[in-house]
């Protein structure tokens, strides 16, 4: 769902649906990408067992001619995303790879927080009224993410869930948006077990 009309139809479409036919615990639909949508909708957005799957970095993929493309306007209301967390949305971040490379979660976060390219540009950033917090950022990639799979067996760290973390070189929460660019990944570790080690992988290299 990227445009206004295909966001609107599925929006309408799953609150109908889950009105008839509820899901069970723990399952839910997932939007994937919602980038040109009316304002309007918002109020859709906060339904039971609904997950709006969004990637921070589509962000940046041609900003430039966005007034172009589907006019001033509609450009200035594009990838809402701190619109969907004010209107009680559950959001998903995902780096949207294989399709898009390169783009790591940290970077996504970035994206969502900075809504700039690394570069800083532009300035004032993208549609500047949408940027959020970290924190916010950072449960979208973990939690909210797994519940877009409607998995609860990852997303957080407690008993019951598996193993797959990573550790990184500073606390991202107290972080400014240029600070998020110089964190690294120190170790990651896949099913309990080590994966990576930033001190290992040095001495690998040299």
């Given at each position: ?181 110089e964190v690294e990944?120190t170790a990651t ?18």
């Amino acid at each position: 769902t990227i445009g206004d009309q295909a966001i609107h139809q599925a929006l309408s479409f799953f609150n109908e649906s889950h009105a008839r036919f509820p899901l069970s615990a723990g399952k839910n639909n997932t939007l994937e990408h919602l980038e040109v949508m009316d304002p309007a909708d918002l109020s859709l957005v906060a339904q039971d067992n609904l997950v709006l799957s969004v990637q921070p970095s589509h962000l940046l993929v041609g900003y430039e001619t966005l007034d172009e493309e589907v006019g001033p306007q509609r450009a200035s209301q594009m990838f809402p995303f701190q619109s969907f967390f004010a209107h009680d949305a559950v959001v998903a971040f995902g780096t949207d790879s294989p399709v898009v490379i390169d783009v790591s979660p940290l970077d996504s976060i970035y994206y969502a927080v900075a809504r700039k390219e690394k570069n800083g540009s532009p300035v004032e950033g993208l549609m500047p009224s949408e940027v959020m917090n970290v924190a916010d950022a950072l449960v979208a990639h973990t939690a909210d993410a797994a519940r877009a799979l409607s998995r609860q067996d990852i997303g957080s760290i407690k008993v019951g869930q598996l193993a797959d973390l990573c550790i990184l070189s500073k606390n991202i929460l107290s972080l400014s948006e240029k600070e998020l660019l110089e964190v690294e990944v120190t170790a990651t570790i896949f099913n309990g077990a080590f994966v990576y080690q930033k001190d290992e992988a040095s001495q690998q290299n040299s």
